[in-house]
């Protein structure tokens, strides 16, 4: 009993659970963690992780000018991820390659007006604190007032997911074939990047907005590894997406005991890093699904060793096309 | 109507386009085409690239409007959202991460056009179950969509368009990319839902000859003009040369039908072209 208190107490630091920030951000964080993860699903089904990313970077436009005026960063960033996720909409067209084009001009005016506004916020208050704000998150002090609003959008991102689940699957396999059945494709395209807007808003808040995409890629292109079912492919983003937050948020505390003493690591940092692990051992336990799978194959229908070998041996040609 | 004495007589009519012509950006695409299309039947779209087959399915399915002309359903107009209408596009270009086994796209068949998660229900799964076994795609129903091959594929994708039960089934170029095996499969198995379930047909090919066992009615598409009825109405000298506006021979080869430039055009595709095409197709 004794044995296992210590290893409570070993791995959560004293206070951890009474920390009143400490709370905030496990219910917060964890919440926009999740939400990102799924609505990042059909990010990268839908081929719109760019997309994504240039949110991020328009919200550091936005977050700096809120904080420049003296505003809640959170509407600096919705304002400004939202009105870029018309701006894409409105100049991409219908061509995908339009569509990337124009997420690359949206993205590139966002990021000066970034510069412009990190600049003018650090010399006018003389601390580079804004910048790292914006940047990197700021998950231990979020005040519980804000609690109410990112509950609220959070609902309103995996509502608008909910709602055009079937659409956004059907127009992901084909355009033609959802436009044909009546789908109103560009519709269900803008309000999903209104979605993804609001959810990247939110993770900018707390993991930064340079790292939001991480949060929005990464658990769902680890959950796109280990299942083929749509259904399940979320579930598994959701969990990944909520627990490297949680894990993330109890490493950064416990870091306040580590090198150099007092300090503390970033939340974001761990978050990010424990992403990138989940990824390569999603990726690595999909590749030994499918060698496994090859070898059965390859045993019933021929001489063994043949199925197996014969991939390895294709994929340079693969990477050349 | 002489629609009657046709070898479609006593079938009904499901489709009709009437002198539908249709012009993009100052070009005329379409001119005045019609032919029409009844339960029962399959019908082939023949036609070589960029002759008009694409735009003719998309005015059929809504997503171009006729400059003139009508697209009759049924003897009426199109309604807006039309589930009467089954669709199996050229390429999907899927994506290999896109999260859906074989039985999941034919699943979005049935409802994947409304909003809101799906219940999972027993009679979904029934009906899904069914059509996979219709097309005969059990052993691959749980395989992810984006390692399908080709003719794996055309089939799921066939089940797809079928569980919402249209009265029209239209397919663009099914056989493109097949081995001639899979060619086959897919050819009888069109073959067989046009007759088994009472629904029109239509196939586009720039090639006739896999077609030509099974075909019942064939739109002939040349540069924008269709013409339509029995292969052995449609598929002669005098109206494929009217059709292209210059002469063409129809040859009969151990089963098969060759159109090609009649002599007086040689300068244009006959084998001295050819041979100058070929340098150009590797350079």
Known sequence: MIAVIAFVNAIFEPGFFTSEPVRVALVVGGAVSLVSAVVGVFTVIRGQSFAGHSMGDLGTAGGSGAFLVGANPLWGFVTFAVLGAGAMELFGARRPRGRDTATGIVLGAGLGIAALFLYLGTTHSNTTGATITILFGSMFVIGTSMIPVFVLLSALALGIVALLYRPLLLSAVSRDIASARGVPVRTVGLLYLLAMAVAVSLSCVTIGAILSTAVLIGPAAAALRLTRRPGLAIAWAAVIGLAVTWLGILLAYDSYYWPPLGRGWPVSFFVVALILAVYVAADLVSRNVARHRGRVVSSAEGPAGVGGRAQPMLSPVAGVD | ?283
Do not use: C
């Open chain 2, 1 to 283: 109507m002489n629609e009657t004495a046709r070898p479609g007589a006593g079938r009904e009519e499901i489709l009709s386009l009437e002198g539908v012509s249709l012009w993009l950006s100052g070009r005329e695409i379409l001119h005045e085409v019609s032919f029409s299309l009844h339960s029962g039947e399959l019908t082939g779209l023949i036609g070589s690239n960029g002759a008009g087959k694409t735009t003719i399915f998309k005015v059929i399915l809504g997503l171009e409007t006729p400059t003139a002309g009508k697209v009759l359903f049924s003897g009426e107009a199109r309604p807006r959202r039309n589930r009467s209408i089954g669709y199996v596009p050229q390429s999907i270009g899927l994506d290999p991460d896109v999260p859906l086994r074989a039985r999941d796209l034919v699943a979005l068949g049935l409802d994947g056009d409304r909003y809101g998660i799906p219940l999972p229900s027993r009679g979904r799964r029934q009906r899904v179950d069914e059509m996979l076994q219709a097309v005969d795609a059990q052993g691959f129903a749980d395989t992810r969509v984006g390692k399908l091959s080709g003719g794996e594929l055309q089939r799921t994708l066939i089940a797809h368009a079928l569980i919402a039960e249209p009265r029209l089934l239209l397919l663009d170029e099914p056989l493109a990319n097949l081995d001639i095996t899979s060619e086959q499969e897919v050819v009888g198995l069109l073959a067989s839902i046009a007759k088994a379930r009472a629904i029109a047909v239509l196939i586009s090919a720039h090639e006739m000859n896999p077609l030509l066992p099974v075909m019942d009615r064939v739109v002939y598409v040349a540069s924008g003009r269709a013409a339509s009825g029995s292969t052995e109405e449609v598929v002669r000298e005098d109206v494929l040369s009217a059709l292209y506006g210059h002469h063409v021979d129809v040859l009969h080869v151990n089963g098969r039908i060759l159109v090609v430039a009649g002599k007086d055009e040689v300068h244009h595709t006959g084998p001295e072209s050819e041979h100058t095409a070929v340098p150009r197709g590797l350079g």
